[in-house]
């Protein structure tokens, strides 16, 4: 028998509320498969498992607050005779002093009125779109009440407004606790974010490297790529960034990796931690995984991809386990230069400024480009200045090249 | 598809930007300053919204013209003009 726990998603993660299960005892369960949802910090997070195995009983409960590494379920492991089952599975809610109690603020998640009726549900999980999850919770509507008349059988947007509407505004009383959950969530993101950075300042002697690039090519070399591209489709810059920084670490693997209880360990992968900027505050920085072997398009996909999930709270628990580096970049919008704070137990942070049209001399030439500020933030217990500027220099040298970013 | 109106152009990319940006306040908006840097609206943001202007519109808008889209009567304009091309 095998304990399914909560992960730790982040250096600052101390616990998490259980949301649902997504697999009912008896069910197969494969290695990589989202099992259940949890909310944490950093939103709603879709909880991978990694072991092969059959679910023997499931012991999280909707609102339960848990600890990371606290026993979320019990999963038999392939070739496992079943145990008797009676004790935990056939027990609807366990009521032990230990088990925690579900948190004062209700949701509209957690009131959803499958739970009780039905403690365990399976594939009766709610099909609903991440913009009408949010605005069934900020209107305080009951999704599960709205008619579905998306793809699949979804509930869209717009059926829980019709939802909305049609429930009479009696219900005013469950909007504050709505709004103070939002606001909790906030605020417990804020705090997070704050022990992080502070353990960051704290513990990690930074020092800092920095270099202008001239992207009139790469931006140039681009434009040509997407031209034939559907809107939609069209590659950002941001992903040629994130491709030079994956090929530079293959060369300065010092900088890809964690700092811990004094020794550095090396990742074997390339997942980079990309910083996202939610909508009304807050940051979370999941990882683009393998952003080394990813094609061009297939980069901007799973960039696509993460950025929507972040934004729509749907992430999975292996995008922030795994994080060895992280980029930020301030984009088209905002300021020039940054310059970063790492994220323990991370030993480095890239970040790329907005593109600016600036004068650059070369070859004893003066000429008008648009240019990008690329830095360096590194752990100088783990490397020191010659090796984060080898690194910096390589990024600089793929980005003004940038028919080299994929040539292998 | 019939030509659409200035007020239509207008309506259909705050419908579009809302359903982004669900706060944002285009009462607020100063029409003289860059837009999408007031709304928040970064480059992947930006990049969704002319997919949905594309769809509803049917106007669109190649990447060498971006910079002609900083102010928003300049984006307005732009698409008005453009949907005759």
Known sequence: MSDFTMPSLGADMEDGTFVEWLVAPGDTVKRGQVVCVVETQKGAVEVEIWTDGVVDALIAEPGHKIPVGGVMAKILVKGEAPAAREGVAAKPAPEKPGVPEPEARPSARTAAPAKGVQPLRSATRLRITPAARRRAEALGVDPTKASATGGDGAITLADVERAAAVRPTQQAPSKPTVKDDAEARRSAMRDAIAAAMSLSNREIPHYYLGTAIDVAPALAWLEAHNSGLPTAGRVLFAVLQLRAVALALREVPALNGWYENGVFRSAEACHIGVAIALRGGGLVAPALRDADRLPIDA?????????????????????????????????????????????????????????????????????????????????????????????????????SRPETLWQD | MARLSRDEIRSIVIDCVSEIAPEADFDALKPERPWREQLEIDSFDFQNLLAAIETRAGVTVPEMDYAKLALFDEMLDYLEARQAA
């Open chain 1, 299 to 399: 980069m901007m996909t799973a960039l696509a991809d993460l950025l929507r999930r972040t934004r729509a709270g749907q992430l999975r628990s292996s995008e922030l386990s795994e994080t060895s580096i992280t980029v930020t970049n301030l984009g088209d919008l905002g300021v020039e230069t940054v310059q970063g704070v790492i994220y323990p137990p991370q030993v480095a942070l890239v970040g790329f400024g907005r593109i600016t049209e600036k004068p650059w001399a070369e070859n004893g030439r003066l000429f008008a480009t648009r240019c990008v500020h690329a830095s360096l933030a590194a752990d100088h217990r783990v490397t020191d200045g010659a090796i984060g500027a080898r690194f910096l220099a390589r990024v600089a040298d793929l980005l």
